[in-house]
């Protein structure tokens, strides 16, 4: 399940981030897995979504993306040394596809996202949250000013059918926000950046929503990067159980991580 700020899935593809909640990250230090103005998060140690399910066959309506998707891990020896400079986040626009497009089809990202990235299929599934017509954010993730990855982010209840699909693991509390990630590059992968960008989402979401109290992410169990990078980052995982995976060849059963706003965030 990805979260509801992700992009819905299709028969053939899939997000790194399940919308309704997100839900991706691979490995403890990479990703496979947002506004209206461009925002700068300080990072200490450095330098909408919708989710969508990509096992069903799409409505004719846009489907939103799921919480959780994520990254694969390298070997850390074969790993160059930690990536500095400042995260900054910003939104995501048209110029941005072929980019995305791109990450998408890295095989790290591929394996948890499993999303088409033709242009017909990237505009039905980021246009809508382009173009101001869906409750959630896309958010090209920069690192020194060079583009990194992607951010979703949205309200759980935003999108009340990820609220229902995640009822018998976990209730969702009022304002809480999911979020879906990934690293696009493979040479950023391994490195320490996911916990880093997971560390500075968080202070952005208590920045972008004052209301909301927790942040909730179910990601994939087999995703063991993604579930660490959050781990490692200060969330603390609360529930276990079967969502519906972004992609058809993993079990169902997911991990949920959550931090509330009064939880200190880690900045590995």
Same mark, same amino acid.
């Given at each position: ?13 899939? #997000? ?6 997100? *839900? ?16 700068? =998060? ?13 096992? *069903? ?8 993306p ?9 070997? =850390? ?15 995501? #626009?048209?110029a941005?596809?072929? =980019? ?10 591929? *394996?948890w ?16 949250? =382009?173009?101001?017509?869906e409750p ?20 759980w ?20 926000? #999911?979020?879906?990630?990934?690293i ?47 781990? #490692? ?24 991580? *959550? ?10």
């Amino acid at each position: 399940m990805s979260p509801p700020c992700g992009t819905p899935p299709h028969a053939a593809t899939g #997000t790194t981030l399940k919308g309704a909640p997100a *839900r991706h990250v691979g490995g403890a230090d990479e990703f496979g897995a947002p506004a209206a103005s461009s925002e700068r =998060m300080s990072d200490p140690g450095a330098p909408q979504p919708h989710r969508g399910d990509r096992n *069903r066959d799409p409505p004719a309506d846009i489907r939103l993306p799921l919480p959780g998707r994520g990254a694969t891990v390298r070997p =850390m020896a074969d790993c160059p040394g930690p990536v500095d400079g400042a995260i900054t986040f910003r939104p995501l #626009t048209p110029a941005d596809l072929p =980019m995305l497009a791109g990450w998408l089809a890295e095989p790290h990202v591929r *394996r948890w996202w499993n999303h088409e990235t033709s242009p017909e299929a990237l505009d039905r599934d980021f246009g809508p949250v =382009m173009r101001g017509e869906e409750p959630a954010e896309d958010l090209v993730v920069s690192v020194g000013g060079t583009p990194a990855g992607l951010l979703q982010r949205c309200r759980w209840h935003d999108h009340p059918e990820y609220v229902e699909e995640i009822a018998p693991i976990l209730e969702i509390p009022a304002g809480a926000v #999911t979020l879906d990630y990934l690293i696009g590059p493979p040479e950023l992968t391994g490195r320490g950046l996911g916990p880093r960008i997971l560390a500075a989402a968080v202070t952005g979401v208590w920045q972008r929503y004052p209301a909301a109290r927790a942040i909730i992410v179910p990601v994939c169990a087999a995703n063991r990067a993604s579930w660490r990078a959050l781990e #490692t980052a200060g969330f603390r995982r609360v529930a276990s159980g079967d969502l519906v995976p972004d992609n058809p060849v993993d079990p169902p059963l997911h991990h949920v991580h *959550r931090i509330d706003r009064e939880e200190p965030v880690c900045h590995p």
